[in-house]
């Protein structure tokens, strides 16, 4: 509750403050904005986007249209590469980051890094579940990673829609020591086309990906990677219930802009997320999403991707 | 019927007016799809209901079908990927001063086709979204391989056709790597980390290469009088079972996630020519190989419906737009929206039967109108075709390198046409290029490396071989029309 009041009296503050800042520092934005979403369309990333964007439209946040654009591939990098090629000093240019864009150059040496980018806020906290086709004779976590074990090694396949899904599945593999086969899509929708259709065995993915499914009972979520169950999803246990020393997994959203752009531009932004976290709609997407609040701003959202980088590197045995 | 009344509401007829209007006009305009277009409208549509939302965005996706045949007909730039095909035929026939014929059989086709489609989605939308979900990584492959190969049948010479599309496939691989995101082909500069964007090549290749060479022919290119404003007896003749066989696969191809309506267009392309008594007629102005891909394009934009409705997940580019729209306006895509939305299903759908009606009475005049344009000499028509070519290029991303790209290819493009290579099988592979590798790569994941995946799977196998008998039944035929001739 506590985190919440304090922002709800930030964004009082800012309300007051803003129209003076504004025209103190003189910038607003030039012409429409272009929202650039560096995954496929349908997947967690363009689904908040999208989502954040009918906020900024409806509260009118921003005196432009904002527009969403899809640059997906290669786990974020060809959006992220997109945002440092094309629009670096681009004030009039957001871009959504999450987890996955941070830890694509990790794994990939030539992929653009998030310092290219200037983060600029936090907005939510996803965490992972290991979804079956409701089909599928496993009922628990427990049951599915003694088969797994059982199974020749790689002969189980992971449907993945993106680098921190590969994670997470790598964390789950290590838990239950077995070694999991990962198939790469370009986004977790993707992912769930080919669980639905009985091409990968399981898939580990954020809940908001697959409420629609689960709703309808055409997949089945049987374990979750953090210490507590959901409010929503009553009966499916963690993973430490069921005795995997799987360790807790979440992956952070936010919003950034290109690294080039100035101080003016980027308290303006600051400002507008801090609004949008701050609305009623938000709340109720997140709570509808089963995903936590988590609001984070300048430099205390450095830090934490500090630390985020330091634990996917330990994850991954990429030390820096 | 609940949902022809909602549909038929005056609010949501002129809403289903605009939609197919503008599609029409962004369908003209290269550079901006119908996805652009979609969401460009998204923030002003908030205010309105979710039908009525979303009726509009169905009346711009189906309505840009119908726009991109207009400039591919009258002046060979297709401004979308599904109407390639469309040019290749249908520029010759303008050439001849047939472009009304052209356009009024499009306008009919698509007609057809887009009802047929929409009866399909009623009648069959579950269990064909069920039996789309049979297709996995190495199904995709092979229904890629199909279309590759099926490639190398347009144009005049089969090697000619094969090396225009192998092309295509390697300009497809520059930019970031779709699997792990490593930069390939970028020549240390950072805008080709994009890679070459379609509309770039496709406008460079048909648009400015065709204006150059009809300027390097001094005596510009001689245009027949217009004759036909419309379709004539025989026009429809030789088009109702093309129409017929288009609808069929293009709503079957277009029910498959990702690949929609290029796919289904090219087929339709190829399934007429293999078809077709006399196969020479092809790419000099054969009526059937506008109605095929016509009709195939607008009963795949039916089809993506399909798993966009009953599944939750989007069929193509466009339909993923129309999801995310949904999602803001808080209806939850998914397997029950059939149930739980019944009301705004079924007044898109009926949305869809009175949007293509509007389409063919506003086309059918038109199409004999923008015949009439032809009467300019195209001389005259170049600048503003060289305009329309620059201006949609860079609107695409608003990048400069991309004009120059344009000027490049467009030199490519001019050489290819005095030499007779085919442009389509280049365009198309790099349309499918990102397809086929990341297809590929997860199909050889899933069998840890052994090939033996794409035959070992039954609806895998059936597509290889449709592919093996595109290849090998003409040149079965060569040998068997040549045995005789050497024994004589």
Redesign the interface.
């Known amino acids: 509750m506590q985190p919440t009041r304090r922002s709800a009296l930030a964004l009082g503050l800012g309300t007051l403050a803003l129209p003076g800042l504004a025209r103190a520092q003189g910038w607003q934005p030039t012409r429409d904005v272009e929202f650039v979403i560096p995954f496929?369309?349908?997947g967690g990333a363009?689904?908040m986007a999208?989502?954040i964007?009918?906020i900024i439209?409806?509260e009118r946040l921003v005196p432009v249209?904002?527009?969403?654009?899809n640059?997906p591939?290669?786990?974020?990098?060809?959006g992220m590469?997109?945002v440092?090629?094309?629009r670096r000093t681009d004030p009039n240019t957001i871009v959504a980051i999450n987890g996955t864009t941070q830890i694509?150059p990790i794994?990939?040496p030539?992929?653009r890094t998030l310092t290219l980018v200037r983060p600029i806020a936090n907005v939510m906290l996803d965490d992972f579940l290991l979804f079956v086709r409701a089909d599928s004779p496993h009922q628990t976590a427990a049951a599915f990673a003694a088969a797994a074990k059982a199974a020749p090694a790689?002969s189980v396949?992971f449907g993945t829609g993106g680098t921190t899904d590969q994670m997470a599945v790598t964390v789950f593999g290590r838990a239950i020591g077995a070694e999991l086969?990962?198939?790469?899509?370009?986004s977790g929708?993707?992912a769930?086309?080919?669980l639905?259709?009985?091409?990968?065995q399981a898939v580990i993915g954020n809940p908001l990906e697959f409420?629609?499914?689960l709703?309808?009972r055409?997949v089945r979520a049987i374990g979750v990677f953090r210490d507590t169950r959901f409010a929503d999803l009553p009966d499916v246990p963690t993973m430490k219930e069921q005795g995997i020393a799987a360790e807790n997994f979440q992956m952070w959203r936010g919003i950034a802009v290109p690294g080039g752009v100035n101080d003016a531009a980027a308290a303006y932004w600051t400002e507008v997320m801090r609004k949008v976290v701050a609305t009623e709609a938000w709340k109720r997407y997140l709570k509808e999403n089963v995903a936590s609040e988590a609001p984070m701003f300048g430099a205390e959202f450095t830090a934490f991707l500090e630390r985020q980088e330091k634990l996917y590197r330990e994850l991954l045995g990429r030390p820096a | 019927m609940a949902g022809f009344a909602a549909a038929l509401t005056p609010g949501h007829v002129a809403m289903c007016f605009l939609g197919v209007l503008l599609g029409q006009v962004v369908g003209v305009l290269p550079g901006i799809g119908p996805s652009a277009a979609i969401a460009l409208l998204l923030p002003i549509t908030f205010g309105l209901e979710p039908t009525a939302a979303l009726i509009l965005f169905a009346g711009i996706y189906y309505g840009s079908q119908y726009g991109g045949t207009l400039t591919s007909v009258l002046i060979s730039v297709p401004g979308e990927s599904s109407t390639v095909m469309t040019s290749i035929d249908g520029y010759q026939m303008a050439l001849q001063g047939r472009a009304g014929a052209a356009l009024g059989i499009a306008a009919i086709g698509s007609f057809i086709a887009g009802t047929l489609g929409t009866i399909g989605l009623m009648l069959i939308a579950p269990p064909l979204a069920k039996m789309a979900l049979a297709f996995g990584p190495p199904e995709y492959f092979s229904l890629v391989v199909l279309g590759l190969v099926a490639l190398a049948a347009v144009g005049s010479s089969v090697l000619k056709g094969l090396v225009a599309g192998v092309a295509g496939l390697a300009l497809g691989t520059m930019g970031i790597d779709p699997q792990v995101g490593t930069a390939r082909y970028d020549f240390g500069q950072i805008w080709l980390l994009d890679g070459i964007e379609f509309i770039v090549l496709t406008v460079a290749l048909f648009g400015l290469g065709e204006v150059l060479s009809g300027c390097a022919d001094a005596a510009a290119r001689p245009v027949a009088k217009v004759k036909d404003v419309l379709p004539t007896r025989e026009d429809w003749q030789r088009s109702k079972w093309p129409i017929a066989r288009g609808s069929v696969i293009g709503f079957v191809i277009g029910v498959l996630p990702a690949t929609g309506a290029t796919i289904a267009s090219f087929v339709a392309y190829i399934v007429e020519k293999k078809l077709a008594r006399d196969p020479s007629r092809f790419g000099k102005g054969a009526i059937e190989g506008v109605a095929g891909p016509e009709a195939s394009n607008n009963a795949a934009a039916s089809g993506a419906l399909v798993p966009m409705l009953s599944l939750g997940v989007p069929g193509s580019g466009t339909t993923a737009v129309i999801l995310g729209a949904l999602i803001m306006f808080g209806v939850r895509p998914g397997p029950e929206m059939f149930t739980t939305n019944a009301s705004l299903v079924w007044a898109l759908i009926a949305s869809m039967l009175i949007g293509n009606l509007i389409l063919l009475v506003m086309n059918l005049p038109l199409a004999g109108l923008f015949a009439r344009l032809l009467s300019v000499p195209y001389s005259w028509l170049y600048p503003p075709i060289i305009a329309l070519c620059i201006a949609g290029v860079y609107s695409q991303a608003n990048s400069i390198e991309d004009c120059w790209l344009l000027v490049g290819f467009g030199l490519v493009g001019w050489m290819m046409r005095r030499h007779d290579w085919p442009m389509a099988p280049m365009v198309l592979g790099l349309v499918l290029s990102p397809l086929f590798e990341t297809a590929m790569r997860q199909s050889l994941t899933l069998s840890l490396g052994d090939p033996a995946i794409f035959v070992a799977r039954p609806l895998s196998a059936g597509l290889l071989a449709c592919a093996a008998l595109a290849l090998l039944v003409p040149l079965a035929a060569l040998a068997w029309q040549r045995r005789p001739s050497s024994v004589r």
């Open positions: 496929g369309v349908g363009d689904l999208r989502v964007q009918k439209t409806d249209a904002v527009n969403p654009v640059r591939g290669g786990g974020g990098a060809v590469a997109y440092a090629a094309s694509t794994m990939v030539n992929a790689r396949n086969n990962m198939v790469n899509f370009n929708g993707e769930l086309t080919a639905l259709g009985g091409h990968v409420m629609g499914q709703q309808a055409a």
